[in-house]
């Protein structure tokens, strides 16, 4: 009896497991102050581009996030010199329409890709993949003078509608995630009669929405903040964007203008709230996305 208990005793696991449930809690500080800082890092510019926002303009610069005299006229200046309401407007049809645009036809491609086993299926992805390695400007020109032959070059139009043959990041993205849905589900379907356009829509789309939505709060930043496309293809004013307007108030109160930092940092604010808007409406679908990948890993 004794010789059979010992064993038992000796090979306990009862022991060691205090110690180590310890171990990840020995210093939870450091990780609090570790994120405080970051958060501190990134929060900061926005900080201070707020804060001299609302300064008179001797004021701007001298780095203090209270301001010591506050001057919310500029947001008055601003709104009166530019038609900002009229480029905030233009900005979210042209980003929402890119977003849209974009993620509908990724998603139908990303789904043929997963769904459909052809011949050479591997080789038509790998080279649509290898798509994102061609930089922006060996397309520039070609592009422009397709709109330029189709007499749409001085609308809005080039901003949004080349996104309808889809996006090979996004491509890419949502792929992955169609992939994760158990093919035994499409299968159930099809033999109930479903056809191709049902189980892209019906089964696929509501699985894959954080990756949907991803790709569709993606894109809507893209576009805001684009500047080089609206440079190029808008001359009416308004027609511009917000990236666009900026670069219009920049001329005029920036250095090559009269030189009031004050009123182009109030712009900048107006162009950047959207999108922080945008993110904290959104920021749960981006963690639900990574630990979607994170339990298929």
């Given at each position: 009896m004794t010789a059979v208990q010992e064993p038992q005793a000796l090979t306990s696991p009862a022991a060691p497991q205090p110690r180590r449930a310890g171990r990840g809690r020995r210093h939870p500080w450091v990780l609090w102050t570790a994120l405080a800082a970051a958060s501190v890092v990134f929060v900061y510019p926005f900080a201070w581009l707020v804060s001299a926002s609302l300064k008179p303009r001797p004021e701007v610069f001298d780095n203090r996030l209270v301001p010591q005299n506050w001057a919310p006229g500029n947001y008055v200046t601003i709104w009166s010199a530019a038609p900002v309401l009229t480029w905030l407007l233009n900005s979210v049809v042209v980003a929402l329409a890119a977003a849209v645009a974009v993620t509908i036809s990724?998603?139908?491609?990303?789904?043929?890709?997963?769904?459909?086993?052809?011949?050479?299926?591997?080789?038509?992805?790998?080279?649509?993949?290898?798509?994102?390695?061609?930089?922006g400007a060996v397309t520039m020109i070609p592009t422009y003078l397709i709109w330029n032959e189709l007499g749409l070059a001085a609308t809005q139009v080039p901003l949004w509608a080349s996104n309808l043959f889809g996006s090979a990041f996004y491509i890419f993205l949502i792929r992955q995630f169609f992939l994760g849905v158990p093919r035994e589900l499409f299968e159930a379907a099809r033999?109930?009669?479903?056809?191709?356009?049902?189980?892209?829509?019906?089964?696929?789309?509501?699985?894959?929405?954080?990756?949907?939505?991803?790709?569709?709060?993606?894109?809507?930043?893209?576009?805001?903040?684009?500047?080089?496309?609206?440079?190029?293809?808008?001359?009416?004013?308004?027609?511009?964007?917000?990236?666009?307007?900026?670069?219009?108030?920049?001329?005029?109160?920036?250095?090559?203008?009269e030189a009031q930092w004050e009123v182009v940092l109030a712009g900048a604010v107006i162009t950047t709230v959207p999108m922080i808007v945008a993110f904290f409406l959104c920021q749960r679908y981006f963690v639900e996305g990574v630990a979607t990948q994170g339990r298929k890993g």
């Open positions: 990724s998603a139908i491609v990303a789904f043929g890709f997963a769904y459909f086993r052809f011949p050479g299926r591997n080789l038509l992805f790998a080279l649509v993949v290898g798509t994102m390695m061609l930089p033999v109930d009669g479903a056809g191709y356009w049902r189980l892209f829509w019906r089964i696929a789309v509501p699985l894959c929405k954080p990756a949907l939505i991803v790709a569709f709060v993606f894109e809507l930043r893209a576009s805001w903040s684009d500047l080089l496309r609206p440079l190029i293809y808008l001359r009416d004013p308004s027609l511009f964007t917000m990236p666009r307007g900026m670069k219009a108030i920049l001329d005029q109160f920036g250095q090559a203008g």
